[in-house]
């Protein structure tokens, strides 16, 4: 069957559509992207603007319309941190259902770290065992862990890339002391999370999901491979080097480096910064990418249902 995947973000409205079918791998078919940057349309009060709002309503009708002109089956609408957690999200919910048709579900955090980690496992297999997982989104950071299909312990942080851009990166290069001091909220932020993960065993696969995360391994880590058969790998000495030399570069000029596309460019330091303190909180030196996340957990848990 053919399934729309129609992801409303902090970062972006993207629209995902796929040929899938139980016990086979998704295969993309067409892609629709719409860089909304939400976090930058939030009134003090965490209300969405008029302006935002106009923004979520023009890329959800754009990517329903996408979305029909492929002739899909079922459309998998959801929503993450940005609507959930804006004072005026049931009333912008209610309006984009009636404007445009699309009835977005909203996730929590935990719903969004327990179904990247669907995504994962399935991706690596049950030889992974042990698996501790990092997703960064614009409005936050998803922590996961277990050697199950569904994570034992699944965790979510308001410390995405976009949140803490907005909220400590001020200056285009940021400056010294505003990467300072988002480095050690995330610290901070961390070190609470850190005690409920007690007790796990050690992982023996550690995993980044996300295209922040892909974006700074493309940059930092290690490539090897194309395709299907692409493997990423990014150490925590990596993105140390490459994190201080980002921050002193205006964001306009980050798309020229490796890795670093428009829709990211804003928000790739606060991300680096938060994955850097995420892998010393946690005590790791290096993780693998996963090619699939969110998007990908949506859809095998549609299927598993039709099941």
């Known amino acids: ?138 409005g936050s950071l998803e922590i996961a862990s277990g050697a199950d299909e569904y994570p034992r312990s699944a965790i979510s942080l308001p410390i995405g890339a976009g949140r803490s851009t907005i909220a400590f990166l001020h200056n285009d290069p940021p400056l010294p002391d505003q990467v300072k001091a988002l ?27 996300s295209k922040t995360i892909r974006s700074l391994a493309r940059l930092a880590g290690t490539v090897s491979g194309s395709g299907a058969g692409e493997r990423m790998l990014l150490t925590r000495s990596q993105l140390a080097n490459w994190v201080p030399r980002l921050a002193r570069i ?13 829709d990211r460019t804003f928000q790739i330091v606060a991300g680096g910064i938060v994955l850097g303190e995420a892998m010393a909180a946690f005590g790791v030196d290096e993780l693998e990418v996963s090619p699939w996340a969110l998007r990908e957990g949506i859809i095998l848990r549609y299927l598993d249902r039709l099941g």
Do not use: C
Not at 30 to 43: D, H, Q
Not at 117 to 136: K, M, Q
Not at 187 to 199: C, I, T
């Open 183 to 209: 480095r050690e909220h995330a610290a901070a932020v961390l070190a609470d999370a850190v005690a409920g993960f007690a007790g796990r065993p050690a992982p023996h696969h550690v995993v980044g999901s």
């Open 1 to 138: 069957m053919r399934l729309g995947v129609l992801d409303v973000g902090s970062n972006t409205v993207h629209l995902l559509v796929v040929d899938a079918r139980a016990g086979a791998p998704p295969v993309p078919m067409a892609s629709e992207k719409a860089v909304l940057r939400l976090m930058r349309y939030l009134t003090p009060e965490g209300a969405i603007t008029d302006e935002g709002v106009a923004a979520v309503l023009s890329a959800v009708r754009n990517a329903a319309e996408v979305a029909r002109t492929h002739g899909i089956d079922e459309l998998l609408p959801f929503a993450t941190s940005a609507l959930r957690e804006a004072t005026n999200g049931p009333e912008l919910l209610a309006r984009v259902e009636r404007e445009t048709g699309v009835a977005l579900q909203v996730l929590s955090g935990e719903d969004e770290a327990r179904l990247t980690f669907l995504a994962v496992r399935r991706w690596y297999g049950w030889s992974a065992r042990e698996i501790l997982l990092f997703d960064i989104g614009g």
């Open 250 to 262: 205006p964001a306009e000029a980050r798309p020229a480096l490796p890795g670093i596309t428009a």
